[in-house]
């Protein structure tokens, strides 16, 4: 009988005095003193209610379920006692409307079909003085007509109640509704500004280094043409100089290669998306970080999801993304070598199907303070590296339309062991008119 409803009342009431108790301890104190004064059973019956008001709110706390119950049965009890204490024939008693406090309570809790019943029983209590009355007297009809009159009202009273509170109820699940609606958005819209900032910050700092990759990459292209030119004319006369002509020539090739991957970074992504089987795309980017590896042993373990649907992908952008991650997690491993787990399963994230790529190493993991600054351009902690490889991947994966995000690799099967878990989301459909403001970038 509407539980839930019940906890969502009584956790409004509060169980200390307020005003509104007070008020009802002196409109039954206004009861006790009207006739008949002398029987003191009638005021222990009116203060029996008065505590029963006083102590509804804590009982209904205690006991969610029952509580209610309890206190309607115990309200047609005590009023059905009163009525018997204030007149000879009970059921002429001018205290009958003491039954509207069980049924109105009765409305407050229960649902119509419930108060309808409460009500029906209050009734019955009520009619049962009857039975007494019949004994002594010969009753005609107008009482009982009178009888039903009073018993129509308790009805009206209950149904008008009860339709009040079901109605106020709706409201307040309505408004808890709109309320938990209204924080998912908030949350959906947090996550989006955050993904919009790093999309920026990428932008503007692409812009830069693909300014300045370009600038460089002039003069070297003069400086190796010349060293090679020097290196040529020098092979002869002088080999010391002609060596460090070719140590130059190697230099530039070097740093030019550098130069270039800054353009990769910085050029706009034009992504072709063709739905595809995304875990060919994963086994290969394995195979491929494998084959070059120097490094420890380690042991791949595959957690793919039978009858993963195809998505959109663009394949050599997403090998290229998966290739950057994979090494990584080879190059946290390092020498010791270790676990990486590879997993792909269908899942939903803000209101998208998709598929959720984790890849999972056994490696020191990802610092907390460092897990969103290590997909920004230049971050990084290896004495070589260029700090690119995670810029590119949140690039590419933008490109999607889906989302990354590097977590602790600590699960609760193996509490102890370290790691980091880069967890992607691919969308199973794009949308079709997206404005990347990064792509409008064009570098000559
Ligand atoms: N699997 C991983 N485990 C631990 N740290 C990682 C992992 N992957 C990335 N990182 C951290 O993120 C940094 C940035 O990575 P990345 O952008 O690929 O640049 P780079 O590999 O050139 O350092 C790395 O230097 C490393 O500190
Ligand atoms: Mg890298």
Known sequence: MGRSHVNAMSEGRDS???????????????????????????????????????????????????????IVLLKIALATVLIDHTNEIAINSYYYPIYYLPIVTAAEYFSPLATLLWTALASAAYCSYLYPAGQEFEIGTEPYELLAIRILFFFLAAMLVNRFVVENRRQTKRYQELAEALSETNRKLELAQAEARRSERLAALGQLSAGLAHEIRNPLGVIKASAEMLNQKLKESTPLASELAGYISTEVNRLSALVTRFLDFARPL???????????????????????????????????????????????????????????????????????????????SLGRDGIEVRLCDSGPGVPEDLREQIFNPFVTTKKTGVGLGLSIVSKIIDGHQGWIKVESGRSPDSPQSQGACFVMFFPLAVEATRSRPESELVIS
């Open 270 to 348: 034009h992504t072709e998306l063709t739905p595809q089987d995304i875990t060919p795309v994963l086994e290969r980017s394995l195979q491929l970080v494998a084959t070059m590896w120097k490094g420890g042993p380690v042991a791949v373990e595959r957690h793919y999801q039978e009858d993963l649907p195809t998505i959109p992908l663009d394949e050599s952008l997403c090998e290229q993304a998966f290739v950057n991650i994979i090494q990584n997690a080879y190059d946290a491993m390092g020498s010791e070598g270790g676990r990486l787990r590879v997993a792909a399963e269908i899942s939903r």
């Open 16 to 70: 200390k005095l307020n005003w509104l108790d007070l008020l009802w301890l002196l409109l039954l104190a206004g009861l006790a003193v009207l006739p008949p004064i002398q029987e003191y059973h009638k005021q222990l019956i009116l203060l029996a209610f008065g505590i029963l008001q006083l102590s509804e709110g804590w009982l209904v706390a205690r006991l969610p379920s029952r509580g209610p119950a309890y």
